[in-house]
């Protein structure tokens, strides 16, 4: 491991240096695993959609982008760094492609507010057949569209909580304590969301116990589970309807 580390440091000192063309393809070879094991990871929003390559292709462009920018003498590790990079340039190229119909996004949005309007109504989870009957539409009509609408899941719960906690949970205690009011609202938002989780179905609660906590990708938890990658998209799809729609009423935090 050190001797990994070693090699990355000299490489780092040798293109802050030199700005050589040479070392920085050797930087980009070094740190390609995070590539792949990111594009691995978004690949649950895409399916079949998206070729794994092309998100592979999308994400060496954020690669490319986080070696040229980044300052080795700021102490910030390049890993973490690399990894909001490189995920910003898969989700923007897809975005660009503009294959997720303005109608998908709102079919989106839609089944987000009946889930929270059902729940609220039960007090607890609802089954498929409760969610098809509020929508006036069959349980198979009903998997078809979660698996329609996974598509359009651009801002996933990962990111949510990294666009939020990190101004909120990690942030220094200095900048805490000029936004107390903050802070504690994050730290609300946080204990509803650990809440909203406990209480899913308990497939739902595997795959995102598995996919956010354990860091699996999306074949993986297909193994586990024993069942088809597109069983565990679906899975996933109502999960993160159900949670999002919980946290709906906290939405204005994200415009702050």
Same mark, same amino acid.
């Given at each position: ?24 393809? &050797? ?9 792949? @094991? ?11 959609? /998206? ?11 954020? $690669? ?11 102490? /910030? ?6 990894? $909001? ?10 975005? %660009? ?8 996004? +709102?079919?989106? #949005? ?21 969610? !098809? ?5 069959? =349980? ?8 329609? =609408? ?12 990294? +666009? ?18 903050? @802070? ?6 946080? %204990?509803?969301? =650990?809440? !909203? ?9 595997? =795959? /995102? ?9 999306? &074949? ?25 729609? #919980? ?10």
């Amino acid at each position: 491991m050190s001797s990994t580390i070693n090699k990355q440091l000299e490489l780092w000192r040798q293109y802050t240096d030199t700005k050589n063309p040479a070392i920085k393809e &050797k930087l980009i070879i070094e740190y390609s695993n995070i590539v792949k @094991y990111i594009a691995g990871r978004l690949s649950i929003y895409f399916g079949s959609n /998206v070729e794994y390559d092309d998100l592979i292709g999308y994400g060496i462009f954020g $690669l490319i982008d986080a070696i040229e920018k980044f300052d080795i003498n700021k102490g /910030v590790k390049f890993e973490t760094y690399a990894s $909001l990079r490189i995920r910003g340039s898969i989700i923007d190229s897809i975005r %660009e492609l503009d294959w997720v119909p303005r109608s998908l996004r +709102q079919k989106n #949005k839609e089944l987000e507010k009946v889930y929270a309007e059902v729940e609220n109504e039960l007090g607890r989870s609802a089954s498929d057949k409760e969610v !098809a009957d509020k929508l006036g539409i069959s =349980v198979n009509e009903l998997n078809k569209l979660l698996s329609e =609408v996974n598509l359009s899941s651009m801002i996933s719960l990962e990111e949510f909580l990294e +666009q939020n906690y990190e101004i909120g949970v990690t942030t220094s205690p200095e900048s805490r304590e000029e936004k107390p009011e903050g @802070y504690l609202e994050m730290t609300e938002l946080r %204990e509803i969301l =650990v809440d !909203a989780i406990s209480k899913l179905p308990e497939k739902e609660k595997t =795959v /995102v116990s598995l996919y956010y906590f354990e860091d699996l990708t999306l &074949k993986e938890i297909s193994a586990i589970m024993k069942v088809s990658e597109s069983r565990i998209s679906q899975l996933h799809t109502k999960a993160i309807l159900r949670l999002r729609g #919980k946290l709906a009423r906290h939405r204005s935090i994200l415009s702050e």
